[in-house]
């Protein structure tokens, strides 16, 4: 059974500190790619249970009156919605009116397929994260797992740990530290987080910082790099400095559709980027693992694309399903995220030289090489782009 992993990012309150603070709970709140994991109603129980564990050991708002609060703020007109608070104006000015001086935020956000619970007290006096209070923990999407994984916060944020001693940190130039802090969410990459978390080891964003990094170290596999950015999860192959979209397509399509497919994809500006594309078989190649079909040895590349001089049988496939990946696929095993079918098949952008109708595409159930009509076939589309 898989160990659920726990970050402390930053030193605990200590649980004498937590008497004078009057703490509202809001209910657990979940990213947009986290909401197929969770129902409202499982959010509401994992809330509550969240309240229980806290409630008695720390200076907690009831929940009964919480919601009663809550329900004044709907009547009195501040608040249309009947649902429970989501936004953070809202949560702050729920938290002053049941007489709190700090919310609990706790979310849920999703990374490379594993849930993160994160938790963080919010000063309701500066609307500021508090310093020296949150943790986050790792965990399987699934609620029981949830349960484990606040059963594992709420014992770090009691201090039920074994004491350590506290080091004093450097005082933080606040402007400079908001201006960075703001500029690397912008940003949003990884080598720019590893600059600030250097210069602000201990800055407001420190926190975010430390786990965006630590999950992309967690998330490398062979020669790639596994990483999110603006909801867009993206493989960069070291080698080659090819940067490809870790999922694919959701159906097959005719070649002529998988072009359109990767040009709205540079229009939506997929990952921050705007340049995907198809790509060529010599790239496409480059994905093939364990198989000679993916070397020199199968002819087939952007400079011989011609059936009768470039492809052999017997160098241009494997047997059916022997591969390292998931399902015998021949590529690497912990990468791609594929929801197809049996075949695996994906189009390129190389033209067969002598038929012109004709493009090659590879199928990764045998890391089989091979040209197939661009209006008739459908194969899958996986876009990549240059660095």
């Not at 993160?116 to 943790?135: D, H, K, M, Y």
């Not at 596994?226 to 490809?244: C, H, P, R």
């Amino acid at each position: 059974m898989r160990r659920v992993i726990v970050l402390v990012i930053f030193f605990l309150f200590s649980l004498h500190a937590l008497t004078d603070k009057r703490v509202a709970v809001m209910e657990i709140s979940v990213d947009s790619s986290s909401k197929q994991y969770f129902t409202a109603k499982q959010l509401e129980q994992a809330t509550q249970y969240l309240y229980s564990k806290l409630a008695g050991k720390m200076n907690i708002i009831n929940q009964t009156q919480l919601k009663e609060v809550y329900q004044d703020m709907i009547e009195e007109g501040r608040e249309k919605s009947r649902k429970m608070c989501v936004d953070d104006a809202c949560r702050i000015e729920l938290g002053r009116n049941a007489a709190a001086n700090y919310n609990m935020n706790t979310r849920i956000s999703v990374f490379a397929g594993t849930c993160t619970l994160t938790v963080e007290l919010i000063n309701l006096r500066t609307t500021l994260s508090e310093q020296g209070s949150g943790a986050a923990t790792e965990f399987r999407c699934n609620i029981r797992s949830l349960k484990k994984a606040i059963n594992k916060v709420s014992s770090l944020l009691l201090g039920e740990r074994k004491s350590t001693k506290k080091k004093r940190n450097p005082p933080v130039d606040s402007d400079a530290d908001k201006a960075a802090c703001s500029y690397v969410k912008e940003k949003n990459d990884i080598d720019v987080w590893k600059e600030y978390l250097a210069k602000f080891p201990n800055g407001s964003c420190s926190f975010e910082a430390n786990i965006i990094i630590s999950k992309s170290n967690k998330n490398s596999v062979d020669n790639y790099k596994i990483y999110e950015k603006s909801d867009a999860m993206l493989v960069k192959d070291k080698d080659t400095g090819l940067m490809w979209q870790q999922f694919h397509s959701k159906s097959r399509m005719t070649w002529f559709a998988a072009e359109k497919y990767c040009e709205n994809l540079a229009y939506r500006n997929y990952g921050e980027f705007h340049d995907w594309r198809l790509p060529t078989i010599s790239e496409l190649k480059t994905v093939i693992k364990g198989c000679q079909s993916g070397s020199s040895t199968c002819k087939v590349e952007d400079s011989c694309l011609s059936l009768t001089f470039c492809y052999r049988d017997n160098s241009c496939s494997c047997p059916k399903n022997k591969g390292p990946g998931e399902k015998g696929f021949y590529w690497s095993k912990g990468v791609w995220k594929y929801r197809g079918d049996e075949e695996a098949k994906f189009w390129s952008s190389s033209r067969h030289s002598l038929v012109m109708e004709f493009f090659w595409y590879i199928s990764f159930q045998n890391g089989g090489v091979g040209p197939y009509q661009r209006g008739s076939h459908r194969h899958y589309v996986r876009c990549v782009r240059g660095d």
